[in-house]
């Protein structure tokens, strides 16, 4: 709110122009009021950039949102869902806003296939049990992501899958969710590994990827669960289905129906049925197609050069 601050980014964005600096784009929310309307004094068209279904709305934050607008070129969004939230809150017309999904890269070798005794050692090594059927959750711990969840619905799989585990990516607190664990009687068969950078190999080794959150844009984890061949069991939420097809590549469940959520997650690791690896197969073909980061690269690309040929024009052209 300080005038220095808005000085300061206008001297910059003044510098950049000087610089020969064609095309911003911003990512972060704070910035795509700020940043906007100084980028224009400078003669610069600006992209943002929109990956949540707006849980930080509030009424003053729109108001201000609907005023800055003006100075933006156009909006990226990774699902549809977050566009229509974008155009019906902030304002902008359908043909400003484009979805580009997020891309993710394939390694060279990651499509190796473990064998059953490299499985084992894997887990051993992670702490975990050598045996088992395996739901991983990655997620921070944070109350959004509702991981009492899948904490809650454990005991009613195990009635049909005893050998379940869940497996718990992700950093913050886990006070509260192993005192639930403990409630319900499963804090043997929930594991917290914290946060981690070796995400891609822990996912190697499961069997069912798991997203329980109340909202979500586009999630990364469900990507990563798609290129790890996992099967994905997702509240229905935001672009939870636009990411999985249900009954082709997981199933989405009413958010905050443990009971749905349960049965889901049985279906899936019971080993007789093959359903999860049909499902994990045709989760990874289209992750391939749909996330190809080269193809995301592309779109942003084709979307730069549209919005800098347009400068200066009404209505910047809806990228396709």
């Known amino acids: 709110m300080s005038p220095l601050t808005w000085l300061s980014v206008i001297r910059m964005a003044v510098r950049k122009r000087a610089e020969g600096i064609s095309v911003c784009q911003v990512?972060?929310?704070?910035?795509?009021?700020?940043?906007?309307?100084?980028?224009?004094?400078?003669?610069?068209?600006?992209?943002?950039?929109?990956?949540?279904?707006?849980?930080?709305?509030?009424?003053?934050?729109?108001?201000?949102?609907?005023?800055?607008?003006?100075?933006?070129?156009?909006?990226?969004?990774n699902s549809l869902a977050v566009k229509n939230v974008t155009v019906e809150k902030e304002g902008y017309t359908s043909n400003s806003v484009s979805v580009i999904y997020n891309g993710y890269p394939h390694e060279v070798g990651s499509d190796h296939a473990l064998s059953e005794g490299e499985e084992r050692n894997r887990r051993r090594e992670l702490g975990l049990p050598e045996e088992g059927r395996f739901i991983v959750l990655v997620a921070n711990l944070r109350e959004i992501k509702r991981i009492n969840d899948a904490?809650?619905?454990?005991?009613?799989?195990?009635?049909?899958?005893?050998?379940?585990?869940?497996?718990?990516?992700?950093?913050?607190d886990q006070t509260a969710y192993r005192e639930t664990a403990n409630q319900e009687g499963v804090l043997d068969r929930v594991h917290f590994l914290g946060a981690r950078s070796d995400v891609k190999e822990i996912l190697s080794v499961m069997h069912v990827g798991l997203l329980c959150s109340q909202s979500e844009?586009?999630?990364?984890?469900?990507?990563?669960?798609?290129?790890?061949?996992?099967?994905?069991?997702?509240?229905?939420?935001?672009?939870?289905?636009?990411?999985?097809?249900?009954?082709?590549?997981?199933?989405?469940?009413?958010?905050?129906?443990?009971?749905?959520?349960?049965?889901?997650?049985?279906?899936?690791?019971?080993?007789?049925?093959?359903?999860?690896?049909?499902?994990?197969?045709?989760?990874?073909?289209?992750?391939?197609?749909?996330?190809?980061?080269?193809?995301?690269?592309?779109?942003?690309?084709?979307?730069?050069?549209?919005?800098?040929?347009?400068?200066?024009?009404?209505?910047?052209?809806?990228?396709?």
């Open 27 to 77: 990512f972060f929310n704070d910035s795509s009021i700020l940043i906007p309307p100084a980028m224009f004094i400078a003669g610069i068209p600006t992209i943002i950039s929109r990956r949540d279904m707006g849980f930080w709305y509030t009424q003053t934050y729109l108001r201000i949102l609907r005023l800055t607008r003006r100075f933006v070129s156009h909006v990226v969004t």
């Open 151 to 172: 904490i809650k619905a454990l005991p009613v799989v195990l009635n049909a899958v005893p050998e379940a585990q869940l497996v718990l990516i992700g950093g913050g």
């Open 217 to 320: 844009g586009y999630s990364n984890a469900i990507v990563e669960y798609m290129n790890a061949r996992l099967p994905v069991v997702a509240s229905d939420v935001g672009g939870n289905a636009e990411a999985v097809v249900h009954g082709e590549t997981g199933y989405l469940y009413p958010c905050g129906d443990v009971s749905a959520l349960a049965s889901c997650l049985a279906d899936l690791l019971d080993p007789l049925t093959g359903i999860a690896e049909r499902m994990g197969e045709a989760g990874f073909e289209l992750a391939q197609s749909r996330h190809e980061i080269g193809h995301m690269v592309k779109r942003h690309t084709t979307l730069y050069e549209n919005v800098i040929s347009n400068a200066g024009k009404a209505s910047p052209s809806e990228v396709k």
